[in-house]
């Protein structure tokens, strides 16, 4: 096979067992210790595929059983094996090619209009809601969580993670009005609105998130205080006290930054405070993989700051705090893909066999990009005004320990769970 003379110079570090077609098995790799791994390809097709375009057929392969992981390895390990490597100096040519496409027209394939923002997130949102509940936490908090030590529950994370924003925020006064751009299934509003006595618009593009939205307001008895719209960002047009987006500027689009910005700054009243939470790259601009583009997140794309920061400037706003969260994502994923495991037969009464493939395929990739590809978290502060924020950050630091809601749940008291020791397991 083709594939053979491919693969010793894609897999430099741990091993990569290959069962092909006819039944032979060769190894690759070995000469430098890392992961190893052991898939079965069950046709000759997927050899072929795996040659002319891998970013693609790796995960349709396994979406469609034509790639088998074997030998007791799971589909985390083996893209655990083929991320390291390429992180690390391994080449495919097809796939260097196709990157080299994907750079030169990075631009003109990122038409996120306000029609085609609708569509790129009813593709990944408006799915069943009962999917989310049986892997998120009960807050259905759909972004990067808070592990202060590492021990954290997936539950106290996210409520940490809620808390550091409101700290970052500066809620020091009852009655403030909130714009949250991207507010998800609206738990973010409602804790600002409960806790902190704001006063909360929810943008969202999502009909199934409105909807969830809304009621769950109504239940917690702040629809007084919260409200929730489906609305473009780009349509708001009044000034509010803070802005928040949490887990929405990957969707904004390398051609909109700098209106995405202007944005803010004119939602801001002079002495307003925003706070942005996106996924970044830590090792400069890039492009985003086709296989996530075309099944998971159509329009999306994770910047490198150096792409947002000019942006900023461009709109006139201060950056007033930066913060890398760098393995908090890769943590909060490890607890979505256990409780995604622990609930895959209901997962597939709810779709079948080949969706839950493609969303285990896209978890562990999304989690090894974290532990190996240089990804990360950022949360940047903004103000349009110098003097808008005390001159320490000394402020974030009381108000977050000072913090103690009520909804929050109880802290964890049993032994270190899966979460550090996968930390541990993958790095070590």
Known sequence: ML?????????????????????????FGGARPGPAAAMALTNKGIARRLVMNPNLAFGEGYMDGSIEPIEGSTIYDLLDVMILNLAEGGSHPAM????????????????????????????????????????????????CAYFPTGRESLEEAQALKKRHIASKLRLDRPDLEVLDIGSGWGGL????????????????????????????????????????????????????DRVVSVGMFEHVGINHYTAFFRTVKAALKEDGVALVHAIGQSEGPATTNPWLTKY????????????????VEGAGLWITDIEILRLHYAMTIAQWRG??????????????ERFCRMFEFYLAASELAFRRWG????????????????????????????AAYPHDPPPSTGPRGAVEGDVERAEG
Do not use: C
């Open 3 to 27: 594939l053979d003379s491919i693969l010793p110079r894609l897999i430099r570090r741990g091993t990569l067992r290959l069962r092909r077609p006819d039944g032979s098995v060769v190894t």
């Open 96 to 143: 260097r090619a196709g990157q080299a496409v994907r750079w030169a027209l990075r631009r003109v394939l990122d038409p996120n209009s306000s029609a085609r923002s609708r569509r790129n997130v009813a593709h990944h949102y408006d799915l069943n809601g009962r999917l989310y509940a049986l892997f998120l936490d009960a807050d259905r908090q759909y972004s």
């Open 189 to 240: 509003a409602i804790t600002l609105a409960r806790e902190h006595g704001a006063r909360v618009t929810g943008l969202t593009l999502s009909e199934e998130q409105l909807a969830e939205s809304r009621a769950r307001a109504e239940s917690a008895g702040v629809s007084d205080r919260v409200r929730f719209e489906l609305m473009d960002y780009r349509d708001w047009r009044r000034p509010v």
């Open 296 to 311: 998971i997140f159509p329009g999306g794309y994770s910047p490198a700051l150096s792409e947002v920061v000019p942006a």
């Open 339 to 352: 409780r995604f495991a622990e609930n895959r037969n209901a997962i597939k009464a709810l779709y079948d």
């Open 375 to 402: 990804h990360m978290n950022w949360q940047m502060q903004l103000t349009r005004d110098v003097n808008a924020l005390p001159l320490t950050r000394d402020y974030m630091l009381e108000a977050e320990r000072a």
